[in-house]
């Protein structure tokens, strides 16, 4: 990948302090550049017509209310940290890294394989790299909190290179009677391995530019799972008032993604693509217009990968990655809503 080629001056004097001394010198910020993207999706395919066999639903009706037409489902091998071991791989090689590049891992997940070790720990010994790691729990928006503290590590100087990464197998948390969850979810993973450097020489900022968290423990209710890892008598299903969370994602992400362009002061014609979670293509819809966006700037995969969390908008990026789409100076809008309540933004100049 092109996306991010430039690289900070090597760590010395220690991490912590040079990045100090940049800020006070007024010298080029250093900033997470995103230097590869990678992606791994399970071989089973399952589609709206399949669920319909087994469940009192149709095509038409999960199509019209989300937009989702088919999801990839994990077979017992393709575990979470499985299929994040295979993002993360290919991340790093679209960036031209190796594991020895690796600082830190971050995986959001919220289907780990274990309590622990963190599953980000299976990532990296699979993947023989050095560093730390550790799980990340923000549901669907666990992607755009793992980028945010990644983003943290690397202007404070504690990380040059970052693994992040969303994986998840919600088909093991689904209740497969409950019509009105189970057609939503899909499984897979996504990885970005983010660089520390400068975008010298390009003439702007580039990098992660802003992140946005958000969380209301008050609406923890309206979507959670009912069970946890460690429970065998209680493995959990997910549980969601629908039209609550609709109403709440409408909202909140229309005010984070305002948010992201005025902390920047930038105006909604400068974003070159969104690449929202992929929870309902209504709810993207509604993002897009306020953005006053044109159909093909949004990066959209619900209708083939279905609602895949934490890993929907690293999935999307790859894909986007992978046909041409994505090019250097682009700037991207990331926005996810999910369980907690949890939201929040990314705004990177690619
Ligand atoms: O990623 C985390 C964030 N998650 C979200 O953002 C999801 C937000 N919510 C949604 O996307 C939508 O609320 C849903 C897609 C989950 C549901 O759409 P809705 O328009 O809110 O439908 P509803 O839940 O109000 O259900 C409407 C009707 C009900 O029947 P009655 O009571 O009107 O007779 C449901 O029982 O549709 C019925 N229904 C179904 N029918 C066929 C619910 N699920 C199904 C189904 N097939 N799979």
């Given at each position: 990948?092109?996306?991010?080629?430039?690289?900070?001056?090597?760590?010395?004097?220690?991490?912590?302090?040079?990045?100090?001394?940049?800020?006070?010198?007024?010298?080029?910020?250093?900033?997470?550049?995103?230097?590869?993207?990678?992606?791994?999706?399970?071989?089973?395919?399952?589609?709206?017509?399949?669920?319909?066999?087994?469940?009192?639903?149709?095509?038409?009706?999960?199509?019209?209310?989300?937009?989702?037409?088919?999801?990839?489902?994990?077979?017992?091998?393709?575990?979470?940290?499985?299929?994040?071991?295979?993002?993360?791989?290919?991340?790093?090689?679209?960036?031209?890294?190796?594991?020895?590049?690796?600082?830190?891992?971050?995986?959001?997940?919220?289907?780990?394989?274990?309590?622990?070790?963190?599953?980000?720990?299976?990532?990296?010994?699979?993947?023989?790299?050095?560093?730390?790691?550790?799980?990340?729990?923000?549901?669907?928006?666990?992607?755009?909190?793992?980028?945010?503290?990644?983003?943290?590590?690397?202007?404070?100087?504690?990380?040059?290179?970052?693994?992040?990464?969303?994986?998840?197998?919600?088909?093991?948390?689904?209740?497969?009677?409950?019509?009105?969850?189970?057609?939503?979810?899909?499984?897979?993973?996504?990885?970005?391995?983010?660089?520390?450097?400068?975008?010298?020489?390009?003439?702007?900022?580039?990098?992660?530019?802003?992140?946005?968290?958000?969380?209301?423990g008050r609406l923890g209710d309206i979507l959670y799972v009912d069970?946890?890892?460690?429970?065998?008598?209680?493995?959990?299903?997910?549980?969601?008032?629908?039209?609550?969370?609709?109403?709440?994602?409408?909202?909140?992400?229309?005010?984070?993604?305002?948010?992201?362009?005025?902390?920047?002061?930038?105006?909604?014609?400068?974003?070159?693509?969104?690449?929202?979670?992929?929870?309902?293509?209504?709810?993207?819809?509604?993002?897009?217009?306020?953005?006053?966006?044109?159909?093909?700037?949004?990066?959209?995969?619900?209708?083939?990968?279905?609602?895949?969390?934490?890993?929907?908008?690293?999935?999307?990026?790859?894909?986007?990655?992978?046909?041409?789409?994505?090019?250097?100076?682009?700037?991207?809008?990331?926005?996810?809503?999910?369980?907690?309540?949890?939201?929040?933004?990314?705004?990177?100049?690619?």
């Amino acid at each position: 990948m092109d996306l991010a080629t430039d690289t900070a001056p090597p760590a010395s004097p220690p991490p912590a302090r040079r990045a100090a001394a940049v800020e006070r010198g007024g010298g080029p910020v250093v900033r997470a550049l995103l230097a590869g993207i990678g992606a791994y999706l399970p071989q089973t395919v399952v589609t709206n017509d399949e669920l319909a066999q087994r469940l009192e639903t149709s095509d038409a009706w999960i199509r019209e209310r989300t937009g989702i037409g088919a999801r990839h489902i994990a077979q017992a091998h393709e575990t979470c940290a499985f299929m994040a071991t295979r993002a993360a791989a290919a991340a790093l090689a679209d960036a031209g890294a190796t594991a020895a590049d690796v600082d830190a891992i971050i995986l959001a997940t919220a289907t780990p394989d274990e309590a622990f070790p963190a599953t980000a720990l299976r990532v990296q010994a699979a993947l023989g790299a050095h560093g730390f790691g550790f799980d990340l729990s923000a549901a669907c928006s666990g992607f755009v909190y793992a980028l945010s503290v990644a983003d943290a590590l690397v202007r404070v100087g504690q990380a040059r290179g970052v693994l992040v990464i969303g994986s998840e197998v919600y088909s093991r948390i689904l209740d497969w009677r409950d019509r009105g969850t189970c057609v939503l979810f899909g499984d897979g993973a996504g990885a970005v391995f983010l660089r520390a450097g400068t975008g010298e020489g390009t003439g702007r900022d580039r990098g992660i530019l802003s992140t946005h968290l958000h969380a209301d423990g008050r609406l923890g209710d309206i979507l959670y799972v009912d069970g946890a890892v460690g429970r065998p008598d209680r493995p959990g299903h997910l549980k969601m008032q629908g039209k609550e969370v609709f109403r709440h994602a409408v909202l909140r992400l229309a005010e984070a993604v305002d948010e992201a362009l005025a902390a920047n002061g930038l105006d909604r014609s400068a974003v070159d693509w969104l690449v929202p979670h992929q929870a309902n293509l209504r709810i993207i819809e509604g993002i897009r217009k306020r953005l006053d966006l044109p159909v093909e700037r949004v990066v959209r995969t619900i209708e083939r990968h279905a609602n895949t969390s934490a890993a929907s908008i690293p999935l999307a990026l790859a894909e986007a990655h992978a046909d041409g789409r994505l090019r250097p100076g682009q700037l991207v809008l990331l926005e996810a809503l999910g369980g907690g309540l949890t939201w929040g933004s990314a705004l990177v100049r690619l």
